[in-house]
């Protein structure tokens, strides 16, 4: 009991002092864990827990198309995609499908690793600008 507590102690501090774009890459690790986890409920022919899992790896597709700065060519790229994985997702939840899960599964691991090397070059980026400063 300790142990969870502690637990749940640290992922609530560590969402509550990330950046937002750490923020994101939790979501985009969130969105994989949910459709995993969706794709193994079918697989044991849990209906429920499937269904439970994809409609919260669709939750987080919301969000980020909700968060979109739409002022960027890339959001609107980016809302696309997500509205396509939406579909996908709510096909899958209909046929209780693992290969359409699979299917965006890919991608989002794409966005998802894209994402988390973007955030390495901005770091890099900022580094060099700061010592740059001194």
Same mark, same amino acid.
């Given at each position: 009991?300790?142990?969870?507590?502690?637990?749940?102690?640290?992922?609530?501090?560590?969402?509550?002092?990330?950046?937002?774009?750490?923020?994101?890459?939790? +979501?985009?690790?969130?969105?994989?864990?949910?459709?995993?986890?969706?794709?193994?409920?079918?697989?044991? !022919?849990?209906?429920? !827990?499937? $269904?439970?899992?994809?409609?919260?790896?669709?939750?987080?597709?919301?969000?980020?198309?909700?968060?979109? &700065?739409?002022?960027?060519?890339?959001? $609107?790229?980016?809302? +696309?995609? #997500? &509205? #396509?994985?939406?579909?996908?997702?709510?096909?899958?939840?209909?046929?209780?499908?693992?290969?359409? +899960?699979?299917?965006?599964? $890919?991608?989002?691991?794409?966005?998802? &690793?894209?994402?988390?090397?973007?955030?390495?070059?901005?770091?890099?980026?900022?580094?060099?600008?700061?010592?740059?400063?001194?």
């Amino acid at each position: 009991m300790v142990t969870s507590n502690a637990y749940d102690t640290y992922k609530q501090n560590s969402i509550l002092t990330a950046s937002p774009e750490e923020l994101t890459l939790m +979501l985009y690790n969130g969105l994989i864990k949910f459709i995993m986890i969706a794709q193994r409920a079918i697989e044991e !022919k849990d209906i429920q !827990k499937a $269904h439970d899992n994809i409609i919260r790896a669709e939750d987080i597709l919301h969000e980020f198309k909700a968060t979109l &700065d739409m002022q960027y060519e890339v959001s $609107h790229n980016l809302a +696309l995609l #997500y &509205d #396509y994985f939406l579909d996908r997702l709510f096909e899958a939840n209909i046929k209780k499908d693992a290969d359409i +899960l699979d299917e965006v599964l $890919h991608f989002v691991r794409e966005l998802r &690793d894209t994402w988390a090397e973007a955030m390495k070059i901005a770091k890099q980026q900022n580094k060099k600008a700061v010592g740059a400063e001194k």
